[in-house]
């Protein structure tokens, strides 16, 4: 990632293309339509914003006030929280990609990738220098915090909406149904996979208790 942006050419699409992830905050219909139909944006700006959100979260439990946030560091593992949030996201595209594929949706895998990541830039927005203040403001303002907490979700979940529309080009009633159709998927392909590592978990006690034997009896 950084490599490419030595390039002085490379780095100009850079910077237009992350303005463009800014464009999408405020003309989502115009700009997700751009993002399949003008190829615009890219997977590296896409990638950039994902881990601005992971930076946000744990900024969000490491630098916001207590006042606001009460966190039990001791049940918290950092590296499991940063999972919650990137395995989710694959689980969505693929998922998402494969349903939409079998119903004529236009978006290709990466394209819905940079979109969903694009469609996260408001939580990092608000969240990152919201985590900041929270330390200079006192407990009068836990409402104001509140809202505005909610705002970068809420405006992110629209971003996410539109974002699925534009780029399969279906109606909303449409995106709406397959977002939840994806939602399931996601469920199944998480049960899937808990049952080969549970299979593969036990293939390898198995034989580990083979091996145990037949050293017990060359002993």
């Known amino acids: 990632m950084i490599a490419a942006l030595k390039d002085k050419n490379k780095y100009k699409k850079f910077i237009k293309d992350f303005k463009f992830a800014f464009y999408c905050l405020t003309h989502p219909l115009d700009g997700y339509w751009d993002l399949t139909h003008e190829k615009r944006g890219s997977v590296l700006v896409a990638t950039v914003i994902l881990l601005l959100v992971l930076v946000a979260r744990l900024m969000f439990l490491g630098c916001t006030s207590f006042l606001f946030v009460q966190v039990n560091w001791a049940r918290i593992n950092i590296f499991t929280y940063i999972a919650s949030i990137i395995f989710p996201l694959a689980l969505f595209v693929v998922g998402n990609w494969a349903l939409t594929t079998l119903f004529d949706g236009k978006g290709r895998l990466m394209q819905i990738y940079t979109a969903s990541c694009y469609s996260m830039l408001p939580y990092a927005l608000i969240t990152i220098p919201l985590s900041i203040v929270s330390n200079v403001l006192s407990s009068d303002f836990a409402e104001v915090v509140g809202i505005l907490s909610t705002l970068s979700l809420v405006w992110s979940v629209i971003l996410f909406i539109c974002s699925n529309m534009q780029i399969h080009e279906f ?49």
């Open 171 to 219: 109606s909303l009633l449409k995106t709406l149904l397959f977002i939840f159709a994806t939602i399931i998927a996601m469920a199944i392909m998480i049960f899937i996979l808990l049952l080969f590592f549970s299979m593969i978990s036990e293939g390898v006690s198995y034989f580990v208790s083979i091996y145990k034997e037949i050293m017990y009896r060359v002993g």
